[in-house]
């Protein structure tokens, strides 16, 4: 079992920046990948960026591409999210996610990859 904590959310302007961690414990050598998910008020999760845990291939939704950047540091099982150039639908939950199944470019967008989930962060950008 892999336990995930996040950290880091919190109310911010617009144009401002945040920075997510989310530190991995338990059986955190069979990880494959990790990924930051969302949830804003009355929607669905939706993918945010994701990291393969070996190579640190990345990959972003298209909404938040050139202003987040995902980043692990496998020393530490810790993963980033650096989030610059925030705008008022950014706001939402942010869920860390770990998957221990193999991955590539189409499946590693996908909730069902992801068996392990932190239990959110709460990231308000508002003036």
């Known amino acids: 079992q892999v336990q995930l904590v996040e950290s880091g959310g919190g109310l911010v302007q617009p144009g401002g920046s945040l920075r997510l961690s989310c530190a991995a414990s338990g059986r955190t050598f069979v990880m494959s990948a990790m990924a930051w998910f969302r949830q804003a008020p009355g929607k669905e999760h939706k993918f945010v960026a994701a990291?393969?845990?070996?190579?640190?291939?990345?990959y972003y939704a298209d909404s938040v591409k050139g202003r987040f950047t995902i980043s692990r540091d496998n020393a530490k099982n810790t993963l980033y999210l650096q989030m610059n150039s925030l705008k008022p639908e950014d706001t939402a939950v942010y869920y860390c996610?770990?998957?221990?199944?193999?991955?590539?470019?189409?499946?590693?967008?996908?909730?069902?990859?992801?068996?392990?989930w932190g239990q959110g962060t709460q990231v308000t950008v508002s003036s």
């Open positions: 996610a770990a998957s221990n199944l193999g991955v590539n470019g189409a499946n590693i967008v996908r909730q069902n990859v992801y068996g392990h």
């Open positions: 990291i393969t845990w070996i190579g640190g291939s990345t």
